[in-house]
């Protein structure tokens, strides 16, 4: 069974949750907030289609637990001071509500305003270097965990590489510099078979039922808060207590 360190690695090219994030070690609860929310938003499932929804689904849920863990000040002092984290399965949990607690709705604007200021930015160069060397020069690799690359980007993302490479960086990988004429022909051709079935999406009617899952899915999550505060007295309970993800029964993992 894969760790949830190992999902860290396989989907961000490291198991270090600040660098998952994108953030310091030091970094405030604030800070830890707002780059959850900008990664989560480039991996959302109700954002990809139907080819890329498995992938983005498991992105999504490893940014949760991440931001569940670090979150909370006592799992945070944990896992600063020992590297540890509860390592149950969290395979019933609904990440989608968790998130669906903390931000308001998705706009197809959000995506599109962040796009922008991704593009060129330090983040996208550190996302490019993790895929580059997770991927080992496997450009196929890379265009799938890199957000917002297609192939239509590929020289520029050589560049950005080869740029890498020249001051030392990351080791050069022949392959991607010498990618074969048919394995690049076969990536072109899949992606623009992708490309005509995302342009025939209307993105009015993409937005409205991004919209409609999120008000169904937040209909059950006060549901279910109501249900708990009748079964358990008239005193709220803090959306928290819903929300971490995690049992209070716990095994301990040790990061590697």
């Known amino acids: ?15 270090d949750f600040y660098e998952v994030l994108g953030v310091d070690k030091k970094a405030s609860e604030k800070e830890i907030k707002k780059a959850y929310h900008k990664l989560s938003l480039l991996v959302h499932p109700d954002r990809v289609d139907d080819n890329h929804k498995e992938v983005a ?7 949760g637990r991440i931001h569940s863990i670090l979150q909370d000040k006592d799992k945070r002092k944990i896992y600063d001071d020992c590297g540890e984290f509860d390592e149950e399965s969290d395979s019933t949990f609904n990440w989608t509500e968790y998130w669906m607690s903390i931000f308001r709705k998705i706009e197809i604007s959000d995506i599109q305003k962040y796009e922008k200021e991704y593009l060129g930015s330090d983040t996208e160069r550190r996302d490019i270097k993790r ?35 020249e001051k030392g ?20 051709k899949k ?56 049992d209070t029964k716990t095994r301990s993992s040790r990061k590697k």
């Open 169 to 188: 960086e990351v080791k050069e990988y022949k392959g991607f510099f010498n990618e074969s004429k048919a394995k690049k022909a076969r990536r072109h």
């Open 131 to 165: 895929a580059y060397e997770a991927g080992k020069g496997n450009m196929n690799f890379i265009l799938e965990m890199v957000p917002f690359s297609s192939y239509d980007k590929e020289d520029r993302i050589i560049e950005i590489v080869r740029d890498m490479v």
């Open 191 to 246: 992606w623009e078979k992708e490309k005509k079935e995302t342009e025939s999406i209307d993105l009015a009617e993409f937005e409205r039922q991004i919209n409609a899952n999120k008000r169904k899915h937040a209909q059950t999550l006060d549901d279910m808060l109501s249900n708990i505060e009748k079964k358990y007295g008239p005193k709220k309970r803090a959306r928290k207590s819903i929300t971490d993800g995690t």
């Open 57 to 63: 689904t498991e992105k999504f849920k490893v940014l």
């Open 1 to 15: 069974m894969t760790t949830f360190e190992e999902k860290c690695c396989q989907y961000f090219g490291t198991n």
